[in-house]
């Protein structure tokens, strides 16, 4: 007699479901089993089989449902709570911006103070890894300031006699002659003491030797994002400028000269000299940028943090002509190297040379000419020693004849 075939796991689990779903329809389980039974094709029996093999290996419904409840509260709780630490951190880069150190608490506890609301103390600080206790020991302090340390409270009272002697003195005193006249007032403070809170204004006394500061920060001005992170290279011409400002000293006063370079080729673009170190000075170098190169569009426009870089105006132009803005950072050279070599260079191979210089006319014709020759004939190492005007040339006939091929 030939065997007949069984049946798949899927029609069995079809027809226990079928028996379990219309059990309420008939008059018992058994007319159920029945019923179904002849449709599928199998015994009641053999069924019923199916259906007690089933039951004994399932768990109790209940404990199932109330144990599939409570793990969906769990997901759902975490996945709240994660939404929750990303929003945090996505609003904490913005506010703290790009930058490798910690902020400093005073920081952190502004920013709880603008998002509690929203997402209370404790979540935030457990997502900026500060104790909500500081927090809390912070927001005491300013309640009762007489509570603070010593020391806070008698650097509070000096930075406003320091920066009141320094402003009587038409800017001129020192850390030395600040020191002097408030111990001659009666203060009782040391030198050291006067020097560091002199560092946290930002203060300085005149010296001989007139000290020419080119990067000029303005803390309040919106800054861009380092976009190049101290990676000056690209792939191709318009796809990165630096721009940076220098100095020169005539007999007749400082002469400030800006440079614009594709870093591409190494080519200056753009420049101008001018006595004032405005923003007319870099915008000037721009436009004649803008007007050498065909006003290209796309461009990451890298400088440093100077307030001239960060004026309204610059800033507005390079939006209007479709740039990208990249800031550095301040006091730091190497965010914004391959400016600083250019202005080296020019430095080493026009303005030392040929010291003293007589005024702007003079530094400006020199410029010029300089300007040409690093252009179009200077060899550079860094382009396998061609010019960089013919480094370009190359470039623009190889992509001519790969697009030919």
């Known amino acids: 007699m030939k065997k007949r075939p069984g049946y798949s796991p899927e029609t069995r689990e079809r027809a226990v479901r079928l028996v379990l779903t219309t059990e309420q329809d008939h008059s018992s389980r058994w007319a159920a089993i029945t019923s179904v039974a002849n449709k599928i094709g199998c015994t009641p029996e053999t069924l019923r089989a199916w259906i007690n093999r089933t039951e004994s290996n399932s768990t109790p419904p209940s404990t199932s449902s109330a144990t599939e409840s409570e793990r969906i509260k769990a997901l759902e709780r975490e996945n709240r709570e994660l939404k929750r630490a990303n929003e945090i951190l996505r ?18 506890i502004h920013f709880v103070d603008a998002h509690k609301s929203a997402f209370g103390v404790e979540p935030i600080c457990q ?26 409270q008698q650097d509070e009272r000096l930075v ?18 600040i020191w002097k006249q408030l111990r001659r007032e009666g203060f009782d403070v040391a030198r050291c003491t006067v020097e560091r809170l002199m560092r946290q204004l930002g203060i300085e006394g005149v010296r001989r030797g007139k000290k020419c500061k080119t990067t000029i920060p303005d803390h309040k001005a919106h800054c861009p994002q380092d976009l190049v992170n101290r990676h000056f290279k690209a792939d191709k011409p318009n796809q990165l400028w630096v721009a940076d400002i220098t100095y020169v000293a005539t007999w007749s006063g400082f002469v400030y000269v800006a440079f614009v370079i594709d870093v591409f080729s190494r080519r200056i673009v753009g420049w101008r000299a001018m006595t004032t170190m405005q923003a007319d000075l870099i915008l000037d170098a721009l436009e004649q940028a803008l007007w050498a190169r065909g006003k290209p569009r796309g461009v990451i426009h890298h400088s440093d943090r100077g307030s001239q870089y960060l004026s309204i105006s ?18 730091d050279s190497y965010d914004n190297a391959l400016a600083e070599t250019i202005n080296g260079l020019y430095k080493t191979e026009v303005i030392h040379k040929s010291a003293p210089w007589k005024n702007l006319d003079a530094v400006e014709m020199a ?21 960089p005007k013919e480094f370009e040339e190359i470039f623009y006939q190889q992509t001519e004849l790969a697009h030919v091929a």
């Open 160 to 177: 406003v006699e320091i920066q009141r002697v320094w402003t009587e003195s038409n800017r001129n005193y020192g850390a030395r002659k």
């Open 367 to 387: 410029t010029l000419v300089w300007v040409e020759w690093f252009n179009n004939r200077r060899l550079h190492s860094a382009l396998g020693y061609v010019p």
């Open 91 to 108: 609003l904490a880069s913005g506010f703290f911006c790009p930058g490798g150190a910690r902020p400093q608490t005073e920081t952190l």
């Open 127 to 152: 997502q900026l890894q500060i104790a909500p206790s500081t927090y809390y020991r912070h927001k005491q302090l300013e309640k009762t300031p007489e509570l603070r340390a010593r020391r806070i």
């Open 314 to 331: 610059y800033t507005e132009r390079l939006a209007e002509a479709g740039f990208n803005a990249s800031v550095g950072s301040v006091g």
